[in-house]
């Protein structure tokens, strides 16, 4: 019910702040503003963005709990998102997001209504070691030994021609 209200709520919030805006400074400098938002929302996300993954990354090497930089990393692929869909609205909340201390205020909210029943990182059983020490482990498979004789289709297989001498 509440996505419904959204997408019915946002595009009319949209068209009234651009008769509003256009109606106060004009056509051409408000599809100005909303181009020159779009450009400057692509750069900071874009920056953002990396830094998001290089503390995703850091996370993950000191084996540490990803999920802050993951929830960051989403919020602002979601800005940026928000950042290039036309509107004055869009745009606000899409640069509301980028500012690192509503995204964490926002992550503490989400935190509080969200209860992790568990959480583990790597698989749940150690692979399977080789006993003499050599290649990645033990890998289980089945095979099926095809005679050629039986196939009327598979043409008789002789020497290769690379073992003759």
């Given at each position: 019910?509440?996505?419904?209200?959204?997408?019915?709520?946002v595009?009319?919030?949209?068209?009234?702040?651009?008769?509003?805006?256009?109606?106060?400074?004009?056509?051409?400098?408000?599809?100005?503003?909303?181009?020159?938002?779009?450009?400057?929302?692509?750069?900071?996300?874009?920056?953002?963005?990396?830094?998001?993954?290089?503390?995703?990354?850091?996370?993950?090497?000191?084996?540490?709990?990803?999920?802050?930089?993951?929830?960051?990393?989403?919020?602002?692929?979601?800005?940026?998102?928000?950042?290039?869909?036309?509107?004055?609205?869009?745009?606000?909340?899409?640069?509301?997001l980028?500012?690192p201390?509503?995204?964490?205020?926002?992550?503490?909210?989400?935190?509080?209504r969200?209860?992790?029943?568990?959480?583990t990182?790597?698989?749940?059983?150690?692979?399977?070691?080789?006993?003499?020490?050599?290649?990645?482990?033990v890998?289980?498979?089945?095979f099926?030994?095809?005679?050629?004789?039986?196939?009327?289709?598979?043409?008789?297989r002789?020497?290769?021609?690379?073992?003759?001498g």
């Amino acid at each position: 019910m509440w996505i419904f209200v959204a997408f019915l709520a946002v595009p009319i919030i949209e068209i009234g702040l651009f008769i509003q805006v256009g109606g106060l400074i004009g056509l051409w400098p408000t599809l100005a503003i909303v181009v020159l938002t779009a450009l400057a929302g692509t750069v900071l996300v874009r920056s953002q963005g990396a830094q998001a993954l290089a503390d995703l990354r850091r996370a993950m090497a000191e084996l540490g709990d990803p999920t802050a930089p993951l929830a960051h990393g989403a919020m602002i692929l979601f800005a940026g998102a928000l950042l290039l869909t036309p509107g004055f609205f869009t745009d606000a909340c899409g640069l509301l997001l980028l500012v690192p201390r509503v995204r964490a205020a926002l992550l503490r909210y989400l935190a509080s209504r969200v209860q992790v029943a568990s959480f583990t990182m790597g698989s749940a059983r150690p692979a399977p070691r080789d006993p003499f020490g050599g290649g990645p482990g033990v890998i289980d498979g089945e095979f099926l030994e095809l005679d050629p004789q039986s196939d009327p289709k598979r043409p008789p297989r002789g020497p290769s021609g690379w073992t003759q001498g």
